[in-house]
């Protein structure tokens, strides 16, 4: 099979893949996280081993950082955003354009930067109070065996 020869794959087979439920495809696809998939004349849907990779990232992505649907719509957006860039900057851009071009990456990078370190915070906010329990037990723990 060839590169233009992909082979297509319909939704269940991607959920399999991808560790989700079909229905959470669709949802994807509403929220725009994922592309709908091409479309047989039977209307069923069809993806491309692209579109799996792209799911299992913004599964990853979601389960690492914990975000919500919101946030990784705004995470996915700001790197189509970043992408889109990237390839003007291949397309032979002015010196001018290329200021442009990496004053708004930069502000795309600052923007997921910004959502990562909330979470990082969150993260570190419940490890310090984990930390606090662990202590107050093992100090329970000493008393007891005094």
Avoid: C
């Avoid at 910004?114 to 662990?134: M, S, T, Y």
């Amino acid at each position: 099979m060839s590169a233009t020869q992909e082979r297509m794959l319909r939704i269940g087979e991607v959920a399999e893949r991808a560790g989700v439920t079909p229905r959470t495809i669709r949802y994807y696809e509403e929220l725009g996280l994922l592309g709908g998939g091409e479309r047989s004349k039977g209307a069923h849907r069809h993806y491309t081993e692209a579109d799996v990779a792209r799911l299992r990232e913004l599964i990853r992505l979601r389960d690492l950082l914990g975000l919500t649907l919101e946030e990784l719509v705004t995470l996915a957006e700001a790197e189509e955003a970043r992408a889109a860039l990237r390839d003007q900057w291949h397309g032979d851009p002015t010196d001018e354009e290329r200021v442009a071009i990496l004053t708004r990456a930069i502000e795309l990078a600052r923007q997921q930067l910004a959502l990562v370190n909330a979470r990082r915070q969150k993260l570190d906010e419940f490890a310090a109070e984990l930390d606090e329990k662990v202590a107050s037990l093992e100090e329970r723990l000493r008393e007891l065996q005094r």
